[in-house]
Every structure is written in C-alpha cells, then in structure tokens.
T-cell receptor, first 110, second 111 residues
Framework: DQQVKQNSPSLSVQEGRISILNCDYT??????FLWYKKYPAEGPTFLIS?????DKNEDGRFTVFLNKSAKHLSLHIVPSQPGDSAVYFC?????????FGTGTSLTVIP | NAGVTQTPKFQVLKTGQSMTLQCAQD?????MYWYRQDPGMGLRLIYY???????DKGEVPNGYNVSRLNKREFSLRLESAAPSQTSVYFC??????????FGPGTRLTVL
C-alpha cells in the first residue's frame, strides 16, 4: 500500500513560469519530508526538505509547503528553467525508514 | 570525496545465479540503505542499516540479504536471482539531518 503518492506522472511548464509538484501521504506519523530530483541514469539528488513542525521552507527558486491537516506536500519552482527538467520524487520519513512517491516527470519548455 | 559509490553499474544474470552489489560511502554516515526502483513504483526500501553491525528489513526484503561490512560498506546479495528482481538498485546513506545521498545505481537484468 503506497503511503506516499504523486498522482501526476508528468507536468509541462513554460520557461519562466511556476512549476507546482504535488504529493500526498497517508501516515500521520511522518515527521520529515524531502524532495529529490533525478536525471536519467543518475541517482536521486537532494533538493529541499521540511520538518513536520514547519509549514514552509524556501531555498532560492524552490519552496516546499506542508499542509499537515490535508496530509499534502507541494514543491514550487519559480521561475522554472529548462535545466529543471527531471523526475521529482517526494519522500517522507519516520525514524529510520523513508517512503518515496512514484515521481513526477517535469518538462520545462524553452 | 566520492560520496556514495556502487559497483557494478550494469549486470546481466541468468535465473538462479547469485551476485553481490557493492556500496561504499566516504561521508562517515551511520545509516545506509538499499532501494530498488521499478517503473511506476518509485523507490522501495529493501534493507537498511542504522549503524555498523545492525541491519533491518524494509518494504521488499524477500530474495535479498545484506551485510554491513564496516561503517563505509553495505552490500546487497541476491542468492538465487529471479526475473522479478530485474530493476535499478540504489544505495544511499544519510547524515544527521536525515538527508539521503544516493549512489549512481546498478541496472540489473535477470533473464
């Protein structure tokens, strides 16, 4: 049973516009959430994270929002750039175990 | 500082053959992990090791064994490979902030 879900397999956005990637989770015990970016034939690389005690974390063009009551996480990329084209995974953890979503493939069109 | 390294990058096995996937990290991390990535399934945890000398099952441990050889190395063994184990395998380690660092992956095909 998938505890972390990314319901949009793909997303296309024009360069310069906002990209919004969404993630839902079912386990209320998750206390740490992360976003990873993955290029083909490479391992995922860490992008940004948020603790369950916060509702927003910002790092440059990337902002992660956490809505605990809705069990919903989103990643905003503003402005989107062609180099952002990749697969994005959200992940959630409790203790030592991490659970990943199925990924959203983002394409930023020049 | 190489981060997390994995060998081999690619491997083709026949059903029933055995092999060991190697992983090493040079970041002095305590926790290490093995995941598999399949199309439409995301990354699923096979086994993890919270510290040297300990290992625990993850979400999909059947058909696999692991060894935490020392703080740097964490290997994954397939004793009798099956076609269902065709996948991309990623090793990861994490720091005290719970940020995971991944290796480049091993693409395994079992015929």
């Amino acid at each position: 049973d998938q505890q972390v879900k990314q319901n949009s397999p793909s997303l296309s956005v024009q360069e310069g516009r906002i990209s919004i990637l969404n993630c839902d989770y079912t386990n209320s015990m998750f206390d740490y959430f992360l976003w990873y970016k993955k290029y083909p034939a490479e391992g995922p690389t860490f992008l940004i994270s948020i603790s369950s005690i916060k509702d927003k974390n910002e790092d440059g063009r990337f902002t992660v929002f956490l809505n605990k009551s809705a069990k919903h996480l989103s990643l905003h990329i503003v402005p989107s750039q062609p180099g952002d084209s990749a697969v994005y995974f959200c992940a959630a953890s409790t203790g030592n175990q991490f659970y990943f979503g199925t990924g959203t493939s983002l394409t930023v069109i020049p | 500082n190489a981060g997390v390294t994995q060998t081999p990058k690619f491997q083709v096995l026949k059903t029933g053959q055995s092999m060991t996937l190697q992983c090493a990290q040079d970041m002095n991390h305590n926790s290490m992990y093995w995941y598999r990535q399949d199309p439409g399934m995301g990354l699923r945890l096979i086994y993890y090791s919270a510290s040297e000398g300990t290992t625990d099952k993850g979400e999909v441990p059947n058909g696999y064994n692991v060894s935490r050889l020392n703080k740097r190395e964490f290997s994954l063994r397939l004793e009798s490979a099956a076609p269902s184990q065709t996948s991309v395998y990623f090793c990861a380690s994490n720091d005290l902030t719970d940020t995971q660092y991944f290796g480049p992956g091993t693409r395994l095909t079992v015929l």
